[in-house]
């Protein structure tokens, strides 16, 4: 999707897609480099906006391995669906809905998740819907990697996680702190 294109879809959307540009190649590495393909057989996306994070996902993910992407805007989740990947589940719903909707796939534990969500502006209610969630579908010892654009969102991962390290890439725009989290 061109630049343009999706700032236009951000302005239309901005508490659901929170940045105004898509993620760089090597945010995209970073979100994906704390995942463990060798082992992982279940991923999920959380606002894969116009795929440049799902693109390294697929890139890395097993052969047998399964990625599912929640997506709410459906320009965006229209888009990722035309990556033709018969590994990729695009979800055009709620990461709300995180745990009934997999469930519906016969999936009770997933070895990674990782979201674009933008924390600093959603409810405190739908976010502790999605830790709690998180928590709960995420095998124990996998990694939660979060990308955020401030340190707002440190003291909530800090209280839903047991463990939380963070990294910076200035090499994004904006420029990104990682998340890595584990129950």
């Known amino acids: 999707m ?3 294109k999706f700032f236009m879809r951000s302005m239309r959307n901005w508490k659901t897609i929170g ?35 799902t ?14 992407v929640f997506e709410r805007v459906k320009d965006f989740s229209d888009l990722i669906r035309d990556f033709n990947d018969p590994r990729l589940t695009v979800v055009n719903d709620s990461a ?3 745990i009934p909707i ?16 933008p924390l600093a502006l959603m409810d405190k209610e739908v976010k502790e819907n999605i830790y709690s969630s998180i928590s709960k579908i995420l095998r124990p010892g996998s990694p939660y990697v979060q990308i955020q654009y401030s340190l707002l969102s440190k003291r909530e991962l800090k209280k839903n996680f047991s463990k939380v390290s963070l990294r910076f890439t200035i090499l994004n725009f904006p420029p990104s702190f990682f998340y890595t989290c584990r129950v």
Request: charged share 25%.
């Open 2 to 4: 061109h630049p343009l």
């Open 19 to 53: 940045t105004p540009m898509p993620s760089s190649l090597i945010a995209s590495k970073k979100m994906a480099d704390p995942v463990d393909f060798g082992s992982a057989r279940c991923v999920v996306e959380l606002g894969a906006g116009s795929g440049p994070i």
């Open 55 to 68: 693109k390294e996902l697929l890139k890395r993910l097993h052969p047998e391995a399964k990625l599912f």
């Open 96 to 98: 709300e809905k995180l």
């Open 102 to 117: 997999l469930k519906s796939y016969g999936v009770e534990m997933v070895d990674a998740v990782v979201s674009t969500l």
